[in-house]
């Protein structure tokens, strides 16, 4: 049910999993552990599913706080657990308190998870391309400074997403980032034969972290686009037309 990144699970008081798409009870197209409430499954069972997640870490349901994710920079400091439907529009969250919960979802984009064990503070942030370009990252590492963490001292994980096999995208994209991020063109590999291109969202993720004075970091390997066993994927769902994906959930909480 949940994946855990080797340098997290080694730190002292700390608890985190990026959920796959197994044992939970949600069913077809979603089937089984969705964790979104935005795509028309029953609340109850969006509910039953965070639960299994949040338990099979021994984390209490009413622990979660989670945010509306818009694909933008803005970071949630969270200072009392938010379980049930989110509303505040934001893509990251951080805090300093024990006994939450952070999560966020994803299904392609990344998940990434953060914590400085010293100055007890931690983060988790959904990082799609947009959010990634527009700087979502180092947001989330700023906020966290300024509730005592140090850059260097913070350990990431890159959860399962869409790996550089399965994206493929067009000259728009890489022109976006061309503007936004110049050098940042090196993270497009070009396909033979036209001008379409593979992105390497992973590395671009761990190298905006590097820039954010983060060097410690574990990028997962799996493709959320390329499992559909354990996986959901948004891309995976569109090529195929199919009208709904599900959602994972990536938590990290830490002990008092």
């Given at each position: 049910?949940?994946?855990?990144?080797?340098?997290?699970?080694?730190?002292?008081?700390?608890?985190?999993?990026?959920?796959?798409?197994?044992?939970?009870?949600?069913?077809?197209?979603?089937?089984?552990?969705?964790?979104?409430?935005?795509?028309?499954?029953?609340?109850?069972?969006?509910?039953?599913?965070?639960?299994?997640?949040?338990?099979?870490?021994?984390?209490?349901?009413?622990?979660?706080?989670?945010?509306?994710?818009?694909?933008?920079?803005?970071?949630?400091?969270?200072?009392?657990?938010?379980?049930?439907?989110?509303?505040?529009?934001?893509?990251?969250?951080?805090?300093?308190?024990?006994?939450?919960?952070?999560?966020?979802?994803?299904?392609?984009?990344?998940?990434?998870?953060?914590?400085?064990?010293?100055?007890?503070?931690?983060?988790?942030?959904?990082?799609?391309?947009?959010?990634?370009?527009?700087?979502?990252?180092?947001?989330?590492?700023?906020?966290?400074?300024?509730?005592?963490?140090?850059?260097?001292?913070?350990?990431?994980?890159?959860?399962?997403?869409?790996?550089?096999?399965?994206?493929?995208?067009?000259?728009?994209?890489?022109?976006?980032?061309?503007?936004?991020?110049?050098?940042?063109?090196?993270?497009?590999?070009?396909?033979?034969g036209g001008d379409r291109f593979r992105f390497d969202l992973k590395d671009y993720a761990r190298q905006r972290l590097a820039k954010a004075g983060v060097a410690a970091c574990v990028v997962m390997p799996e493709d959320t686009a390329?499992?559909?066993?354990?996986?959901?994927?948004?891309?995976?769902?569109?090529?195929?037309?199919?009208?709904?994906?599900?959602?994972?959930?990536?938590?990290?909480?830490?002990?008092?």
């Open positions: 049910m949940l994946l855990s990144a080797a340098n997290l699970a080694k730190l002292p008081g700390l608890r985190h999993g990026f959920a796959t798409r197994q044992g939970g009870v949600s069913e077809g197209l979603l089937a089984s552990l969705n964790c979104g409430y935005a795509n028309q499954d029953a609340p109850e069972r969006v509910e039953a599913n965070r639960a299994r997640a949040l338990a099979a870490l021994g984390l209490e349901p009413a622990s979660l706080h989670t945010v509306r994710q818009v694909h933008g920079i803005e970071v949630v400091v969270a200072g009392a657990p938010a379980p049930g439907r989110p509303t505040v529009p934001a893509d990251a969250l951080v805090t300093d308190r024990p006994g939450i919960t952070l999560g966020v979802l994803s299904a392609d984009c990344a998940p990434v998870l953060l914590a400085d064990p010293g100055a007890g503070v931690i983060g988790a942030v959904h990082a799609g391309w947009r959010g990634a370009l527009a700087g979502v990252l180092e947001a989330t590492v700023a906020r966290m400074v300024a509730l005592g963490a140090r850059p260097e001292a913070i350990q990431a994980a890159i959860g399962p997403c869409i790996a550089k096999a399965s994206y493929e995208v067009g000259p728009d994209m890489r022109a976006a980032f061309a503007a936004a991020d110049p050098g940042s063109e090196g993270r497009f590999e070009p396909l033979a390329a499992d559909p066993a354990r996986f959901f994927s948004a891309r995976r769902a569109r090529t195929a037309d199919e009208p709904r994906f599900g959602l994972l959930l990536s938590i990290i909480a830490r002990s008092g």
